[in-house]
C-alpha cells in the first residue's frame, strides 16, 4: 500500500477590495500568487469586488455571508488588501469572528496603525520624534500654519490624499474637501526637509515573537518633489536604493525605530515604516504600514533580496509565521 500524501494547507489570497487603493491591491495579490510556495502550500484566489461582493476562484460573485462559510474551510488567509477595509482591522475582525488564521497584524495593531494621529499618539510617548502636527475636525478653524505643509487623511493610504501645500488658497482648499467627507478628519503636519528612509519589518510582536529588520531603503524621487501616490506606483519615477547610502548612524538609528514601532504597535507579518531624516540625522517617524505592498516594484521585496531572501521566501515565512502564531494563540 501506497503511504497517503498529505495535503497542503490550504491558503486564500484575498485581494481587490472597495477602498481606492483598489488597484494596487489587484497588483499585490495576483504577485503573491504569481510568488506562492506552492510546493508546500495551496492557493486560492479570493476578490473582493468593487461593489463588495465577493469572487471565489472564479465563482458567481457572492455576499460575504457566504464568503465566510467556505473561508471556514480554509486553513489560512493571506489578506492582499490595502486602505480602509482591508487594512484597518476590518477584515481582521471578521476573520477572527470566523476563527479563521490569517497573515499580518491583528484588528487593534491594523487599526491604530492606519490611523496616523493614534499611531502619532502611541510613539510619541515611546520618545520617537515626529513632524509637529494638529488634526482638524468637522468645522474647525484652520489656523495660520507655516508654509509649505503637509495635508493629509489620518486613515488614508497610498499617498492618495496626501498634498504638500505652499500657499493658503490651496491649504484651504485641501482642508475643506477632506473635511467635507463624513466623518472627515485632517491631519496637517509640518513639513521636514530631508531624505526619507523606510525601513521593512518582519515577525510577530503580539505574541513576543522574534522580530528581523531588513535593510532601509532610501527613496529618492526623480523629478516629483515628494513621494506621492503617481511616484510611488513608477518605477521609471524614483529611485529605491537599498541598502541604503546613509552614515551608518543613521541606518541602525532607524532600523531600531522601525523595529520599536513594530513591537510597541504588536504589529504581526510584515511592517514597512517610514522616516524623514533632516540634516540634524535624527529621523523624524512617518507612519508605519501593516500590510504594505508586494509586487515584484515594491520596495519591502527588493529590501528583502537585499537580506538575502527571494520573493517565494518571503512569502513562505509570511505563511510559517501566521500558522507558528496560530499555534501559540491556541495553547491554554
Not at 188 to 197: F, N, Q, R, S, T
Request: aromatic share 6%.
Amino acid at each position: 500500500m501506497e503511504p497517503a500524501v498529505e495535503s497542503k494547507p490550504l491558503v486564500a489570497v484575498i485581494l481587490g477590495g472597495t477602498s481606492p487603493e483598489r488597484d494596487i491591491s489587484l497588483a499585490t495579490g495576483e504577485s503573491v500568487l504569481e510568488h506562492f510556495p506552492r510546493d508546500r502550500y495551496e492557493p486560492r484566489r479570493v476578490e473582493i469586488r468593487a461593489d463588495g461582493s465577493w469572487e471565489v476562484e472564479g465563482r458567481d460573485p457572492a455576499g460575504p455571508a457566504a464568503a465566510g462559510e467556505w473561508l471556514r474551510g480554509i486553513d489560512l488567509v493571506f489578506p492582499a488588501l490595502h486602505g480602509r477595509g482591508g487594512e484597518d482591522g476590518v477584515l481582521q475582525g471578521f476573520l477572527e469572528t470566523l476563527g479563521v488564521p490569517y497573515v499580518g497584524s491583528g484588528v487593534s495593531a491594523s487599526a491604530i496603525a492606519m490611523d496616523k494621529a493614534r499611531t502619532r499618539e502611541v510613539l510619541s510617548a515611546q520618545g520617537f520624534l515626529l513632524p509637529a502636527a494638529l488634526e482638524l475636525r468637522g468645522r474647525d478653524a484652520i489656523p495660520q500654519v507655516d508654509l509649505p505643509i503637509v495635508v493629509k487623511d489620518p486613515t488614508g493610504g497610498s499617498s492618495l490624499d496626501l498634498a504638500v501645500v505652499k500657499d493658503r488658497e490651496a491649504l484651504l482648499a485641501v482642508v475643506e474637501r477632506l473635511l467635507d467627507r463624513p466623518g472627515g478628519r485632517v491631519l496637517i503636519e509640518e513639513y521636514v526637509a530631508g531624505v526619507e528612509l523606510t525601513c521593512a519589518v518582519i515577525g510577530n510582536a503580539s505574541v513576543g515573537g522574534d522580530l528581523r529588520a531588513f535593510p532601509p531603503v532610501l527613496i529618492r524621487p526623480k523629478s516629483a518633489e515628494w513621494f506621492d501616490y503617481e511616484t510611488k506606483y513608477d518605477p521609471d519615477a524614483v529611485d529605491e536604493i537599498c541598502p541604503a547610502p546613509v552614515a551608518d548612524e543613521v541606518s541602525e538609528r532607524v532600523t531600531t525605530l522601525a523595529l520599536t514601532a513594530h513591537r510597541t504597535l504588536g504589529c504581526d507579518g510584515i511592517t514597512r515604516t517610514d522616516f524623514i531624516v533632516p540634516d540634524d540625522g535624527e529621523p523624524r517617524f512617518l507612519e508605519i504600514n501593516t500590510l504594505p505592498g508586494l509586487t515584484a516594484a515594491s520596495i519591502s521585496p527588493k529590501a528583502a533580496a537585499a537580506a538575502g531572501i527571494g520573493f517565494t521566501e518571503l512569502i513562505a515565512m509570511l505563511l510559517d509565521g501566521a500558522r507558528e502564531k496560530a499555534g501559540q494563540s491556541a495553547r491554554p
